[in-house]
C-alpha cells in the first residue's frame, strides 16, 4: 500500500477539487484544439500518474467512445477514484515500468507528473505502450496568477504555525517530488530526445475568479471550497501541533469569503492556471512494418 503521496504531499481534495474545475467543460475548447484528438474514434487511453482522478472523468465525458485507463502509485488516490468515477479503469502502477504491453494504447496524457518521474522512463515508458502513430499528451503547470481576497490573507497564527514547518525543498527531497522539473523550452526538447516526432506546444489558460460574472454561483462557490481544502489539507500534511486551531481559523476565513460572495460583495480574488499542453508523436517504426 503506497500512500506516501496522498498522505504527505497533497490530498484528495486538493487535487479533485482543483483540476475539477480546471477540468471543467467550460474550458473544453482549449483542451480539445491542444489535444488534436478525434471524438468520434474509439481511442484507448492511459492517463499516467492520474490522482484522485479529475481528468479521467473529463477526458471520459470529453471522449465518450474512449476506452479509458488511468494509473498511480498512490493507492489512496487510486481507491478514491475507483469508488467515485465511473467508466473508467483505474489502476494502482508505477509510471517508470507500466503494467501494460507494447503497442496497446491510441493516446497516453498526463497533468503535473513530468518533472516527478525520471524523463528516460517517463518518456520511454509512454513510447512503449502507445501503438504507432500514438499521441502523447504531457500537460504541464507553469506559474500562473494568484490574487488573493483580503479576507483569506495569512493571520499571523497561521504564519507562526508555516514557520514550524518543513520547507518546500525537504518536503520535495523526503518524498521525491518535483525532482525533474524542466522549462517551457526545455521538454518539448525532452520528449524529441526521448524518441517523439511532430512535436507542438500549446497553452490552456484558466482563469478561476469567483466574483466574476460568467461563472454560475454554483461554480464561484467550488472554487472558494478548493481552495479552503487545499488550505486545510496543506495544514493535515505539515503533520505539527496546533494544526486543528490552524484549520478553525481557515474555516472561519472561508465562510466569510463565502458569505461576501453570497451577498454580492465582490472581492475579485483570482487564480488563473497556466497549463502547457506539449504532444508528441510515436512515428511508425519501418523495422516492424511488414
Ligand atoms: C501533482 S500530482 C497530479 C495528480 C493528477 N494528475 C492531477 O492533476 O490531479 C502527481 C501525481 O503523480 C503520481 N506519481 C508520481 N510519481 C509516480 C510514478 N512514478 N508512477 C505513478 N504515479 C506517480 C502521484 O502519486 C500523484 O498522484
Keep these: 500500500m503506497n500512500t506516501t503521496w496522498s498522505e504527505h504531499v ?4 486538493t487535487l479533485y477539487m482543483s483540476r475539477k474545475l480546471r477540468f471543467d467543460d467550460m474550458f473544453f475548447d482549449q483542451y480539445d484544439k491542444n489535444f488534436g484528438l478525434d ?5 484507448r487511453i492511459l492517463e499516467i500518474g492520474c490522482g484522485p482522478g479529475a481528468l479521467a472523468e473529463a477526458l471520459k465525458r ?3 467512445k474512449a476506452q479509458i485507463t488511468a494509473v498511480d502509485r498512490d493507492s489512496v488516490f487510486v481507491e478514491y477514484a ?3 468515477i465511473n467508466g473508467v479503469e483505474f489502476i494502482e502502477g508505477d509510471a517508470t515500468k507500466l503494467p501494460f504491453e507494447d503497442n496497446t494504447f491510441d493516446v497516453t496524457i498526463s497533468n503535473t507528473v513530468q518533472e516527478h518521474v525520471e524523463p528516460e522512463a517517463f518518456w520511454g515508458e509512454q513510447l512503449r505502450v ?10 504541464s503547470a507553469r506559474r500562473g496568477i494568484y490574487s488573493s ?10 504564519k507562526a504555525f508555516w514557520e ?6 525537504e518536503v520535495n527531497e523526503t518524498y521525491q517530488v518535483c525532482q525533474y522539473p524542466m522549462t517551457e523550452a526545455e521538454i518539448p526538447i525532452s520528449m524529441e530526445q526521448n524518441g517523439f516526432e511532430a512535436v507542438t506546444t500549446g497553452y490552456a489558460v484558466i482563469n478561476l475568479t469567483p466574483d466574476a460574472p460568467k461563472y454560475p454561483a454554483e461554480m464561484a462557490e467550488a472554487m472558494i471550497e478548493a481552495q479552503r481544502q487545499t488550505s486545510i489539507e496543506a495544514v493535515i500534511s505539515a503533520e505539527l501541533p496546533g494544526a486543528e486551531k490552524v484549520i478553525d481559523i481557515i474555516n472561519s476565513k472561508y465562510d466569510e469569503r463565502l458569505r461576501l460572495y453570497r451577498n454580492g460583495f465582490k472581492q475579485w480574488d483570482t487564480s488563473v492556471s497556466v497549463t502547457m499542453i506539449i504532444r508528441g508523436i510515436k512515428t511508425t517504426d519501418p523495422m516492424n512494418e511488414g
Design 82 to 84: 475507483s469508488a467515485h
Design 39 to 43: 471524438r468520434e474514434k474509439d481511442l
Design 62 to 64: 470529453w471522449y465518450p
Design 149 to 158: 481576497a483580503h479576507c483569506i490573507e495569512e493571520t499571523r497564527e497561521e
Design 10 to 13: 497533497q490530498g484528495i481534495n
Design 164 to 169: 514550524k514547518a518543513k520547507s518546500w525543498q
Design 130 to 139: 502507445l501503438k504507432s502513430g500514438g499521441i502523447c499528451l504531457c500537460l
